[in-house]
Nanobody, 123 residues
Framework: QLQLVESGGGLVQPGGSLRLSCAAS????????IGWFRQAPGKEREGVSY????????YSADSVKGRFTISRNNGKNTVYLQMNSLKPEDTAVYYC????????????????WGQGTQVTVSS
């Protein structure tokens, strides 16, 4: 059974950092583009970052560029999202998702989704 499990969310003060993990089971991440998405209450799901299957090329949305870094460890079958300089507007449920082959940050392109992890940025 293909499964993605996020972890690492929590409560952090503005300016703080968190590292989210997305662990895959039942399939090998090597062949998949992995994206991180987030959804705040009352808002649509938005793309945060993705990392390409083929060459590890990554892309981040303007709202997080320079603060968030996506990386992958294929040996551990895990993708990470390092989040620095967190702001209250980063508060959301964060999801990782996978699609075989190449993709962008369009949620509809992704086939497999985790259950999400809550990130709350507040003093």
């Amino acid at each position: 059974q293909l499964q993605l499990v996020e972890s690492g969310g929590g409560l952090v003060q503005p300016g703080g950092s968190l590292r989210l993990s997305c662990a895959a089971s039942g399939f090998t991440l090597d062949y998949y583009t992995i994206g991180w998405f987030r959804q705040a209450p009352g808002k649509e799901r938005e793309g945060v970052s993705y990392i390409s299957r083929s060459d590890g090329r990554s892309y981040s949305a303007d709202s997080v560029k320079g603060r968030f870094t996506i990386s992958r460890n294929n040996g551990k079958n895990t993708v990470y999202l390092q989040m620095n300089s967190l702001k209250p507007e980063d508060t959301a449920v964060y999801y990782c998702a996978a699609v075989m082959g190449e993709a962008t940050l369009t949620p509809l392109l992704y086939h497999y989704w985790g259950q999400g992890t809550q990130v709350t940025v507040s003093s």
